[in-house]
């Protein structure tokens, strides 16, 4: 099945920082979202992203769907930017399955 | 915007109980997923429905969990007995018709001692 790895595990970043989160699947996808699961747990969906490039205030993603790659970009990053951000994607080969990544865990320091 | 409604929000069970969680859409969604999140991971899919009907289960432990949705629109999800390793969040969501994005419920919490 398609592997899903996301990067970094982990990052601590300073309140108004920038920074790139990176989501590389090892087969072609038909759908691909960016989730931030806050510290209730409640997955929040950012991004329906299977190609292209998409923006939502100080958030942005890019999926080069060729290469296999999704990127999430947040800029000035606030507190409440922190907790784990998924990546999943979905294909059609052995029946539509998503799969998540194991996420990147973002704690913004004020 | 999509809505979904789990209950209950958090259940404490003792190993070998009996244990069900409830999931209702709040508009119709032809699509309809169980996923399992353990701590520190990323949600697993249990099983998916296309209406009434099951899509894909191959990664729900068939022989303690059972899942079924009732008119194409509610929900359940069972395990019995359950096992110290199903302490878990346990998540619902629903697909968009029109595209493949999917939104979340809060989740159930479920602990087994």
């Known amino acids: 099945g398609i592997q899903v790895e996301q990067s970094p595990p982990d990052l601590i970043l300073q309140e108004g920082a920038n920074s790139t989160l990176r989501c590389n699947f090892s087969d072609s996808v038909n759908n691909l979202q960016w989730f931030h699961q806050n510290p209730w747990g409640q997955l929040i969906n950012l991004f329906y992203i299977p190609s292209g490039t998409k923006q939502n205030g100080r958030l942005s993603a890019t999926t080069v769907a060729t290469e296999r790659y999704s990127l999430l970009y947040i800029s000035s990053s606030q507190t409440t930017d922190s907790g784990v951000y998924f990546c999943a994607v979905g294909a059609n080969t052995g029946g539509f399955k998503t799969i998540f990544g194991a996420g990147t865990r973002l704690f913004v320091k004020a | ?113």
């Open chain 2, 1 to 113: 915007e999509a809505g979904v409604a789990q209950s209950p929000r958090y259940k404490i069970i003792e190993k070998r109980q009996s244990v069900a969680f409830w999931c209702n859409p709040i508009s119709g969604h032809a699509t309809l997923y169980w996923y399992q999140q353990i701590l520190g991971q990323g949600p697993k899919l249990l099983i998916q429905f296309q209406n009434n009907g099951v899509v894909d289960d191959s990664q729900l432990p068939k022989d303690r969990f059972s899942a079924e949705r009732l008119k194409g629109v509610d929900s359940t999800l069972k395990i019995q007995p359950a096992k110290l390793e199903d302490s878990a969040v346990y998540l619902c969501a629903i697909r968009r018709d029109r595209n493949y994005e999917q939104y979340f419920g809060p989740g159930t919490r479920l602990t087994v001692t």
